[in-house]
């Protein structure tokens, strides 16, 4: 997985630099975050609010009202009744980001939804099991203008397909460099 993580960094400095020509183009952006992640159905049964980092690497139209990016997050969360227990999510999700308005806005909306995996594992005690598995996640949030960067604030929800499903709703605010 921290291969994965890298990639994610790779992608977001590559893009951000081939998009850092003229206007009419695409243009890349890099930022990171964090935040709570509250678990939902069995999985909130069973494991606490929990806390994650974020990491988002993306490009986005001469508009800025399309774009993609790639979000690389990790999250642990405490087991409500078993003491030295805890799940631990460490993954990358593919998202397309519809932000409608202009891209010169102070304050601008978004939606994003996507794909990509989750490595699970958890933990009691010495014992460790892991597995990664497929996810998609929907979401939206907002970009707030600050000069040469902008505040994000986000929530989505996120479902990794373990047995049960590991779903949550992740709730995040960070800093963003580029882009529209």
């Known amino acids: 997985m921290n291969r994965i993580l890298r990639g994610v960094l790779v992608a977001g400095v590559v893009a951000s630099v081939a998009a850092s020509g003229a206007e009419a183009q695409a243009r890349g952006y890099i930022g990171f975050g964090?935040?709570?992640?509250?678990p939902t159905g069995e999985f909130?049964?069973?494991f606490g609010t929990g806390w994650l980092g974020q990491v988002v690497a993306g490009i986005t139209g001469p508009t800025g009202v399309i774009g993609?990016?790639?979000n690389g997050t990790f999250t642990r969360h405490s087991h409500d009744t078993v003491n030295d227990a805890s799940v631990k999510l460490l993954g990358a999700m593919g998202d397309l980001v519809f932000s409608p308005g202009s891209g010169e806005a102070k304050l601008r909306p978004y939606l994003l939804g996507g794909v990509g995996v989750q490595n699970v594992k958890?933990?009691?005690?010495a014992l460790e099991v892991s597995e990664t598995e497929l996810?998609?996640?929907f979401g939206g949030g907002v970009n707030i203008a600050?000069?040469?960067m902008k505040l994000?604030?986000?929530?989505r929800w996120l479902s990794v397909r373990t047995?049960?499903?590991a779903n949550m709703h992740p709730l995040s605010i960070g800093l963003r460099f580029g882009g529209n």
């Open 122 to 125: 958890e933990e009691v005690g």
């Open 163 to 165: 047995d049960p499903s």
């Open 146 to 148: 600050m000069g040469g």
């Open 44 to 46: 909130g049964d069973a």
């Open 68 to 70: 993609g990016r790639v």
């Open 135 to 137: 996810a998609f996640n």
């Open 34 to 38: 964090g935040g709570v992640s509250i």
């Open 152 to 155: 994000f604030i986000e929530g």
